[in-house]
């Protein structure tokens, strides 16, 4: 257990329906990252926030795809109108600071769209 | 995409050390080689990184070559627990950068007893 949770950690939706994920991060942690890994590939960066800012987005999150961290603390991805290649594992990491501090990851919410 | 090259898989008798190379030619001088794992159903878990010395932690050992363009993770006593996709990682240290990892395949090491 690294001290970032997520939930839920496993969601099976239709094709069309809306998710969302939430993510609890390490608590003095001010970064937070969410990756996306589909079966066999390793993980790929969706989005970073510092505090409460959104300061980054992949050019993979479209505009389906919307994450928010009110008050620099937990983080929700949301997925609207899911479609089957959503279907992936969701990371979320958190990391203190500037530097290259170590990334701690959570379990990951698997997602499958049916 | 990724800046580094690892073979696919891995095979490593428990007990052995196991020696995970990684290229990664292109490295600037800034840029510090990181290595992770993920155990199957898990995110992954940090083991270390370093910048041109080697570095050594509780969990493994990586040895930098003098050109930098290359690296080895060396797990010195495999168990059958440390069965995981390794990911050796390029990226800058400090600031500027947001920091994101950038992950290739990895490679698949399989500890047998």
């Not at chain 1, 989005?47 to 999150?61: D, P």
């Not at chain 1, 009110?70 to 969701?90: C, H, N, V, W």
């Not at chain 1, 530097?99 to 379990?107: A, I, K, R, V, Y």
Request: a neutral charge; proline letters at 4%; aromatic letters at 10%.
């Amino acid at each position: 257990d690294t001290g970032v949770s997520q939930d839920p950690r496993h969601k099976i939706t239709k094709r069309g329906q809306n998710v969302t994920f939430r993510c609890d991060p390490i608590s003095e942690h001010n970064r937070l990252y969410w990756y996306r890994q589909t079966l066999g590939q390793g993980p790929e960066f969706l989005t970073y926030f510092q505090n409460e800012a959104q300061l980054e987005k992949s050019r993979l999150l479209s505009d389906r795809f919307s994450a928010e961290r009110p008050k620099g603390s937990f983080s929700t991805l949301e997925i609207q109108r899911t479609e089957q290649g959503d279907s992936a594992m969701y990371l979320c990491a958190s990391t203190w600071g500037v530097t290259h501090n170590e990334q701690f990851f959570g379990p990951g919410t698997r997602l499958t769209v049916l | 995409d990724a800046k580094t090259t690892q073979p696919t898989s891995m095979d490593c008798a428990e007990g052995r050390a196991a020696n995970l190379p990684c290229n990664h030619s292109t490295i600037s001088g800034n840029e510090y080689v990181y290595w992770y794992r993920q155990i199957h159903s898990q995110g992954p878990q940090y083991i270390i990184h370093g910048l041109k010395n080697n570095e050594t932690n509780e969990m493994a050992s990586l040895i930098i070559t003098e050109d930098r363009k290359s690296s080895t993770l060396i797990l010195p006593h495999a168990t059958l627990r440390d069965t995981a996709v390794y990911y050796c990682i390029v990226r800058e240290g400090y600031g500027g950068s947001q920091g994101n990892l950038i992950f290739g395949k990895g490679t698949k090491l399989s500890v047998k007893p």
